[in-house]
């Protein structure tokens, strides 16, 4: 597709859309835990202005509502009850070293190359200006996916879970001009119960364990305490 | 295409590559002298580097004892593989024989002769400083290189054009299009231009502190007018890496034509653009601490990232039936 047939707003969405992948990289490769929190926040806010733009586009007004919706819960909501959490627990200055950084992004960067490979038979169907960012929301899935499994840190796994529900927000926003507004809705609160039920485990874990390294868990079988 | 038999064309290559030579130190002191202003210093005058030059140029040659002919050409082949490379960059006007001839590989591989024969002449002398700035520098060129050139295949990619000229052309007969692969293009190469000039998170042009410094270490044994061809070159590769992100990304105002009122618009275009380009470059060195060497590689990983993300945004989101 020829960029120069889009709007700048069309265009202005591809732009967006690459910078919510870049935001995708930035959570794996982010060492500082409140800087992750803060790579999510700001993934919250971009897919909220390709929300608000694609509704401009588009013309469909509801969407208007999902990006309101979604600027208060993700950008501004759960980052502030992570961050709340996270100076409740006093870990403002925790890092987490990561083993291969450049194995890690490279093997992110595969991923990103995967998923355009898988979405190349759906591209084919429709024919909206947008729906080449469901390559790119299929990516978003697998890297907070991806982020689940390289990162030893419980609330960056937290995050890495949070930014694959954003992928999938994307690719209904781009591609299905938004699901339904009570579906919308019911995923929204969803996500921020999750978000809640995850900071009770957060403190759950900390007390038992006196950390939240993930990979710490692994010691609690009986063999090993022997 | 350009002409190649045009004696006109030749003459304003050679007056734009005059210009470059003359530009260079100005650009530097332009950035040395916002610098200062942050700082709360009154700063040296633009004309300081100039001055500096003529000083060096004037002084006495002293080569050791121990240094072998490659010391005593390295400064003209490093002052020449800039320039030549410089020449590559349109820097006024887009359809000139010299940029018509090179196209950007042939650019990175001007850069790369320079720098061999920078690191080569590091470790000639047999001290250990050189040796260790060379090294240092090998270390960050391998990585800023390929990151370079996938910077340059995604813009190539776009032009169906490994040719600067074209890639420009394009970009001016389109206007203004918001591409996220050169989006990503930009930063990638900001991030390769900091590493490869050895300006401030990488490198400290201001400063001989024996631990740190990676440019200054290789060119410490020279003086007289080797020391102001190696600094000359130095600041002729800044300003070939801010022209070249300038021209290439916001090429508006560049001449297409060979006329005097477009010329005279484009140097305007350009002088304005040149002087935002310094200011953000002091605002970064002032505001960023020198990283340690070991973390650089996790630095220019990240350009790698940018522009390979570039290359990728390029296929997935502006390509398509």
């Given at each position: 597709m ?6 700048l707003?069309e265009?202005g969405?591809f ?6 992948l870049l935001?995708?990289?930035f ?5 500082r835990l409140?800087?992750a ?8 806010a971009?897919?909220?202005a390709?929300?608000?733009l694609v509704a401009g ?7 208007l509502?999902?990006?309101v919706l ?6 501004i909501?759960?980052?502030w009850?992570l961050?709340?959490l996270?100076?409740?627990m ?6 987490e070293?990561l083993?291969r950084?450049?194995?890690t992004l ?5 991923l ?6 898988a979405?190349l038979?759906?591209e084919r169907?429709e024919f909206?200006?947008?729906r080449?960012?469901i390559a790119?929301s299929l990516?978003?899935?697998l ?12 609330i960056?796994?937290v995050l890495g879970?949070?930014s694959?529900?954003?992928g999938?927000?994307l690719a209904?926003?781009a591609?299905t001009k938004?699901?339904?507004l009570?579906?919308?809705?019911g ?6 119960v999750?978000?809640?039920?995850f900071?009770i485990?957060f403190?759950q ?8 390294d993930?990979d710490?868990?692994n010691r ?7 | ?8 064309g030749?003459l304003?290559a050679?007056?734009q590559g005059l210009l470059y030579?003359?530009a260079?130190p ?8 916002i610098?200062?202003r942050l700082?709360n ?14 000083k060096?140029m004037?002084?006495?040659t002293?080569?050791a004892?121990?240094?072998s002919p490659?010391f005593?050409a390295?400064?003209?082949i490093v002052f020449?593989?800039?320039l030549?490379?410089a ?10 024989p010299?940029t018509a001839i090179?196209d950007v590989i ?5 850069l790369?002769?320079a720098?061999f024969f920078l690191a080569l002449?590091g470790?000639?002398v047999?001290?250990?400083f050189g040796?260790m700035?060379?090294?240092?520098e090998m270390?960050i060129?391998?990585?800023a ?6 910077v340059?295949?995604t813009v190539?990619?776009?032009?169906h ?5 074209s ?7 389109t206007g ?5 692969s050169f989006?990503?293009?930009?930063l990638?190469?900001?991030l ?5 000039t ?13 631990l740190?410094m990676?440019h200054?270490?290789m060119i410490l044994e020279y003086?007289g007018?080797h020391?102001?061809?190696?600094e000359w070159?130095?600041?002729l590769?800044l300003m ?7 021209n ?9 034509s ?7 618009i ?5 002088c304005?653009?040149l002087g ?13 601490t020198k990283?340690?060497l070991?973390r ?5 990983n990240l350009a790698?990232l940018f522009a390979?993300l570039?290359?990728l945004?390029h ?7």
């Amino acid at each position: 597709m020829n960029l120069l047939h889009l709007s700048l707003a069309e265009q202005g969405i591809f732009v967006l859309a690459a910078l919510i992948l870049l935001a995708s990289f930035f959570l794996i490769a982010q060492v500082r835990l409140v800087a992750a929190i803060h790579s999510f926040a700001w993934q919250g806010a971009l897919i909220a202005a390709v929300t608000f733009l694609v509704a401009g586009v588009q013309n469909t007004p509801h969407l208007l509502v999902s990006a309101v919706l979604t600027l208060l819960l993700k950008a501004i909501g759960i980052p502030w009850i992570l961050h709340f959490l996270v100076r409740k627990m006093g870990l403002e200055r925790e890092m987490e070293r990561l083993q291969r950084p450049a194995l890690t992004l490279l093997v992110g960067t595969g991923l990103v190359i995967f998923s355009y490979w898988a979405v190349l038979p759906i591209e084919r169907l429709e024919f909206g200006a947008t729906r080449n960012i469901i390559a790119i929301s299929l990516a978003v899935v697998l890297l907070g996916l991806w982020c689940m499994v390289a990162r030893h840190q419980v609330i960056v796994q937290v995050l890495g879970f949070m930014s694959m529900e954003n992928g999938l927000f994307l690719a209904a926003v781009a591609s299905t001009k938004g699901m339904p507004l009570v579906v919308e809705l019911g995923v929204a609160f969803d996500v921020l119960v999750a978000a809640i039920l995850f900071g009770i485990f957060f403190l759950q874990i900390r007390e038992n364990l006196t950390t939240l390294d993930a990979d710490r868990l692994n010691r609690l079988s009986e063999k090993e305490e022997r | 295409m350009a002409d190649y038999v045009n004696p006109v064309g030749w003459l304003v290559a050679a007056a734009q590559g005059l210009l470059y030579v003359i530009a260079a130190p100005l650009f530097a002191a332009w950035v040395k002298r916002i610098k200062a202003r942050l700082q709360n210093r009154r700063g040296a005058a633009l004309m300081q580097p100039w001055l500096d030059l003529r000083k060096l140029m004037q002084k006495e040659t002293i080569v050791a004892h121990t240094a072998s002919p490659v010391f005593r050409a390295a400064p003209y082949i490093v002052f020449g593989g800039t320039l030549l490379a410089a020449m590559v960059v349109p820097l006024l006007v887009v359809k000139l024989p010299t940029t018509a001839i090179a196209d950007v590989i042939v650019l990175v591989g001007f850069l790369a002769l320079a720098r061999f024969f920078l690191a080569l002449a590091g470790m000639d002398v047999g001290t250990a400083f050189g040796g260790m700035g060379a090294s240092r520098e090998m270390l960050i060129s391998a990585m800023a290189e390929p990151a370079l050139l996938m910077v340059v295949f995604t813009v190539a990619m776009t032009a169906h054009s490994t040719n600067l000229s074209s890639v420009i052309e394009l970009n001016l007969q389109t206007g203004l299009v918001l591409r996220p692969s050169f989006m990503f293009a930009i930063l990638g190469l900001i991030l390769v231009a900091i590493a490869e000039t050895g300006r401030i998170p990488i490198d400290n042009p201001a400063t001989h502190l024996e631990l740190t410094m990676v440019h200054e270490a290789m060119i410490l044994e020279y003086s007289g007018r080797h020391l102001a061809l190696m600094e000359w070159a130095a600041q002729l590769k800044l300003m070939l890496y801010a022209v070249l992100l300038v021209n290439v990304f916001f090429p508006w105002g560049m001449a297409q034509s060979l006329s005097p009122m477009a010329l005279l618009i484009s140097f305007v275009a350009l002088c304005v653009k040149l002087g935002i380009l310094g200011g953000l470059l002091a605002i970064v060195e002032t505001v960023f601490t020198k990283m340690r060497l070991f973390r650089v590689p996790l630095y220019l990983n990240l350009a790698f990232l940018f522009a390979t993300l570039g290359l990728l945004s390029h296929v997935i989101l502006e390509t398509g039936p």
